[in-house]
């Protein structure tokens, strides 16, 4: 059959283009989907139910939050439009931060831009390819808690019918105003930034979370009284709220849909849907104009610096790692460079840290009664949720793919005078490592801050670190047992069947961790409406299955791991 020929006029040729283009990707896509189905039938099947396992858990989470929000009456009075403005506004950040990073790779990268810009699609097309693309890439995984959050609210409240795709509709059409900033984040840091383009967005994330520091450290100055804290909370939200910024419209267009306001409901939706059109079209026109030299400068403006000397990370390693033998110390200290120099892994994590700690700091500060020890409890358990969530995100995104990265060089490994099952474990200890400090620097900070007894300190400190165990044995369990040979960009592995499926599990085991430590905290404040300074033989016996299942987790997905590892040929 002849191929078929490309039409000659203009308009028509951009119509090729995208057909080309779209049906391209879409056709890889469709076949990865096939290829699954057709292999591992049940392995699909387990996915989608353990999806909703994940999904069930978060709902019946947030609704128990929204439940015991309404119970507090001064709370129950800003709750709703406070909770979905300052939601939708962390999501922003995230999402622009993420798919900057996303976009950077797949349009100023090495191996696929310099492919597509050598073929004859037009480039204005392909760039509206690739950001369907990056948007999937870098919002699918935030559909997860948007959907157990669109569903706990409805619970806390009577709802009609078209409350549900309202709902989607707002989030839907909010994500891609984020997602687009992101591109064009990137797309300015490959025109006029080039040398060093992580360093830079690693200084303008430190500029502004001290800007932020600053400004909560002047704010928090002045003594707050228990009848002024309703004026405090507004004074310290209204920024969030002004009009001028995407997450109040969709805030007040998801409010009032629930409020049974159909028709400001559907004008907030129409100014978000607007405004995210115009910016996905303003984008894809500026970036497709001038891709070839935004390209050309991201790969010669690059600084290439000289070789130094590596006795920091050397020193590092000898450190942490000190109970281990030499040969797997040098495979572990790959790893430890490898981290460093990729600052795509090290400022997200840094950002997420510095932002968590920062709020660990100002606990004490916020317009709430920790006084109270139902109220104290409670943002202890928040506490330990968010830290979990972030953890599961990080190692199915970061540590997952650490095997598949390796692929073309495992020949070399094979070099190494250590076995393959020791190579799984010295990457669960590297992994470890990082994300144990995190954790144990968040949460420490955040206990102290709450003044938690003793016992319950140690019980969240401990439950931490067997949380960042379990996942990360699963995420380097599961990225041996399904690895990506031959893929270098760490997003689509992540985003791949495997990666997939690791989030799941890592998802799964979470909710079982914070379902119960919830119980305990429920179980304990219940029975003396404090929180004790011991607790019972009960809730000892819950903590300590706790930790029996992070051991039992980490142990079967490094199991399952090794097995597979073995026979994989270099």
């Known amino acids: 059959m002849d191929a078929p020929r490309r039409p000659d006029t203009p308009s028509r040729s951009l119509g090729w283009d995208t057909r080309v283009a779209a049906g391209w990707r879409l056709r890889q896509i469709a076949h990865m989907i096939d290829q ?31 439940y015991h929000v309404r119970t507090w009456q001064l709370v129950a009075v800003v709750a709703n439009q406070q909770i979905f403005v300052h939601f939708f506004l962390a999501l922003a950040v995230m999402l622009a931060f993420s798919n900057a990073v996303l976009a950077y790779g797949y349009l100023f990268g090495q191996a696929e831009p310099s492919h597509l810009l050598s073929t004859p699609l037009h480039p204005r097309h ?11 890439l870098s919002s699918w995984s935030f ?19 078209y409350y549900y795709p309202l709902f989607i509709g707002h989030f839907l059409g909010f994500v891609i ?13 490959a025109m006029w930034a080039p040398r060093r383009p992580m360093l830079l967005a690693f200084w303008v994330g430190g500029a502004l979370l001290v800007v932020a520091l600053v400004w909560l450290w002047q704010l928090t100055q002045t003594g707050l009284s228990t009848e002024e804290w309703v004026q405090i909370l507004f004074a310290q939200i209204g920024a969030a709220q002004s009009p001028l910024i995407p997450s109040s419209w969709t805030a007040l267009g998801v409010v009032a849909a629930l409020e049974r306001r159909v028709e400001d409901s559907i004008f907030y939706l129409w100014i978000v849907v607007g405004n995210a059109a115009f910016l996905a079209w303003l984008a894809v026109n500026i970036i497709g104009r001038n891709w070839a030299v935004a390209f050309n400068r991201a790969q010669f403006g690059r600084f290439h610096p000289t070789i130094r000397k590596g006795w920091f990370t050397a020193g590092l390693s000898s450190v942490l790692f000190f109970y281990l033998l030499r040969p797997h110390r040098a495979v572990l200290l790959k790893d430890i460079r490898a981290f460093a120099r990729d600052a795509t892994q090290w400022t997200q994590m840094a950002i997420m840290l510095g932002l968590l700690m920062l709020y660990a700091m100002n606990l004490r500060q916020l317009p709430l009664d920790l006084e109270n020890p139902r109220v104290k409890g409670l943002i202890a358990f928040l506490n330990l949720t968010t830290v979990s969530l972030i953890l599961a995100t990080f190692t199915s995104r970061f540590v997952y793919p650490l095997l598949s990265l390796e692929s073309q060089q495992l020949w070399l490994l094979g070099l190494v005078p250590i076995r393959r099952a020791t190579l799984l474990w010295v990457k669960f200890a590297f992994a470890f490592a990082v994300t144990c400090v995190s954790a144990i620097a968040v949460m420490g900070l955040a206990v102290w801050q709450l003044e938690l007894p003793v016992v319950w300190t140690r019980t969240h400190l401990g439950l931490s670190v067997a949380t960042c165990a379990g996942l990360c044995g699963i ?3 599961l990225g041996a047992r399904f690895p990506v040979l031959g893929q270098r960009n760490p997003a689509r592995i992540a985003s791949g069947f495997g990666g997939t499926l690791n989030l799941i599990v890592s998802m799964a085991f979470v909710s079982i961790v914070l379902v119960g430590v919830g119980f305990v905290t429920w179980e304990e404040m219940r029975s003396s409406e404090t929180l004790p300074a011991q607790i019972s033989t009960e809730s000892w016996r819950v903590i300590a299955g706790l930790l029996v299942f992070s051991v039992v987790a980490t142990l079967a997905a490094m199991h399952l791991g090794t097995r597979h590892f073995r026979r994989l040929d270099y």
């Open 177 to 189: 105003i984020p997602g687009t900033l992101g591109l064009l984040v990137a797309w300015a840091v």
């Open 36 to 66: 699954n189905l057709r292999e591992a039938p049940g392995r699909t099947l387990i996915i989608i139910l353990l999806l909703v396992l994940v999904w069930g858990a978060l709902y019946q989470m947030l609704a128990a939050v929204f």
């Open 475 to 477: 995420s380097v369990g």
């Open 126 to 136: 392909v760039i509206a390819v690739k950001w369907c693309e990056g948007m999937a």
């Open 143 to 161: 559909l997860l808690l948007g959907v157990p959050l669109m569903f706990a609210v409805s619970t806390s409240m009577d709802v009609e019918w």
